[in-house]
Each structure stands twice: as structure tokens, then as C-alpha cells.
T-cell receptor, first 117, second 114 residues
Framework: DADVTQTPRNRITKTGKRIMLECSQTKGHDRMYWYRQDPGLGLQLIYYSFDVKDINKGEISDGYSVSRQAQAKFSLSLESAIPNQTALYFC????????????????FGEGSRLTVL | AQSVTQLDSHVSVSEGTPVLLRCNYSSSYSPSLFWYVQHPNKGLQLLLKYTSAATLVKGINGFEAEFKKSETSFHLTKPSAHMSDAAEYFCVVTPFSGYSTLTFGKGTMLLVSP
């Protein structure tokens, strides 16, 4: 089984619909992230969470919300989807980096491709 | 503040020739630097990382990168390209302290021809 699992892997929806993308991890990491990937733009951070009670906006949080239901679960919601939210979405996890003896390396899910018509 | 610039959006090489993917960074703090690879329709996988130890870092699949503080660069190299190296590569920076998020470059697509 994958360490970071995203569902659904593909979704086509219509403008104005509410969409939830779910992410679960078995790495035991405290930190979880949602990224959006568009061709030529790299990965842009939408939201991140450094622990269950910590939620932070990233570079492009407008139009998105998140919920950290447990250490292992972090979901991304689009309350009213619009066509320019068509993209590939990645969930990732990491430990807390060098200060805690970790690496800070990100572990990614396989991605969720969302198309908004 | 931190940022990453990948100097080439596309790099084309022939199989068996050297690969050079260029990355420059800026960071207000001592950085940790990473290279990730993304094959088509896949998630991202760590190639290698620099975290203040040896400046020449060896990664998987024969890749390596050298941290040059004076040039604020972290270029990725491989002596001999293989067809399976065709993918998109991302340079990533984060403060060594760990108390921040990672910043991605826009990516370099590596094309390998027979």
C-alpha cells in the first residue's frame, strides 16, 4: 500500500459544485500539505498543517478550504468549483526536519486530477 | 524569504551524453535543498538532498548535485543520460531550521533522444 493515498484520482465536475479531495498517510508524519500543479508553474502551496491543531494558508488559498481530521488525514475542499481550478492536486507529508532529527523530505501521493467544466 | 529559479524550462540531450539541470536559489537562512523528479502521470520522488553536510551530494540513479554557496547554485548533473531519465525535475529550497515550508522551482523538462 502507498504511504500517501489520495482519493479520488480523477474527477470531472461542473462549475459551482462542491468537491472534496481526501488524503491519508501511514508515514506517521505531523506535517501535511496540499499543492496544486499547473503546466509550467511548478507546484504551488494551497494549505499546510504542521500538526492536527495547526492550519495555515499557502500561496494560493483563495477558493479552497481544508480540514485536518486526524494526524493521518487532511482533506481539501473546493466550496464552489470554477474552471480555473482545473489542475493536478498533490497531497504530501513530511517530518519536522533537521531540528528533530528528520530530513524534511516531502512524500507525495500520486495526485488527483480535477477537471471543472 | 526564499525563492528558486530553474534556469531552463526544457533540456534536450542524447542518450549517453551528460545531463546538466541548473538551479539558483535565494534564502534568508541557511538552506536545505532538494531535487525531485516527476515521471509522467506520477507523483514526485526525491532524487537527492543537501542539508549542510557535504557540498557534493549523490542521489539515486546516478544523479548528483553540488551546493555552491558563493554562486547560490545547486545544479543537478549526471554523466550519462538514459532514456528512463526523461521526466520533469524540480529544485526545492527550505530553511535548514525546518520552521517553514518548501518552495518549488517551476520545473525543467528533460527530454532524452536515442
Amino acid at each position: 500500500d502507498a504511504d500517501v493515498t489520495q482519493t479520488p484520482r480523477n474527477r470531472i465536475t461542473k462549475t459551482g459544485k462542491r468537491i472534496m479531495l481526501e488524503c491519508s498517510q501511514t508515514k506517521g508524519h505531523d506535517r501535511m500539505y496540499w499543492y496544486r500543479q499547473d503546466p509550467g508553474l511548478g507546484l504551488q502551496l494551497i494549505y499546510y498543517s504542521f500538526d492536527v491543531k495547526d492550519i495555515n494558508k499557502g500561496e494560493i488559498s483563495d477558493g479552497y478550504s481544508v480540514s485536518r481530521q486526524a494526524q493521518a488525514k487532511f482533506s481539501l475542499s473546493l466550496e464552489s468549483a470554477i474552471p480555473n481550478q482545473t489542475a493536478l492536486y498533490f497531497c504530501a507529508t513530511s517530518d519536522s526536519g533537521e531540528p528533530t532529527g528528520g530530513t524534511g523530505e516531502l512524500f507525495f501521493g500520486e495526485g488527483s486530477r480535477l477537471t471543472v467544466l | 524569504a526564499q525563492s528558486v529559479t530553474q534556469l531552463d524550462s526544457h533540456v534536450s540531450v542524447s542518450e549517453g551524453t551528460p545531463v546538466l539541470l541548473r538551479c539558483n536559489y535565494s534564502s534568508s537562512y541557511s538552506p536545505s535543498l532538494f531535487w525531485y523528479v516527476q515521471h509522467p502521470n506520477k507523483g514526485l520522488q526525491l532524487l537527492l538532498k543537501y542539508t549542510s553536510a557535504a557540498t557534493l551530494v549523490k542521489g539515486i540513479n546516478g544523479f548528483e548535485a553540488e551546493f555552491k554557496k558563493s554562486e547560490t547554485s545547486f545544479h543537478l548533473t549526471k554523466p550519462s543520460a538514459h532514456m528512463s531519465d526523461a521526466a520533469e525535475y524540480f529544485c526545492v529550497v527550505t530553511p535548514f531550521s525546518g520552521y517553514s515550508t518548501l518552495t518549488f522551482g517551476k520545473g525543467t523538462m528533460l527530454l532524452v533522444s536515442p
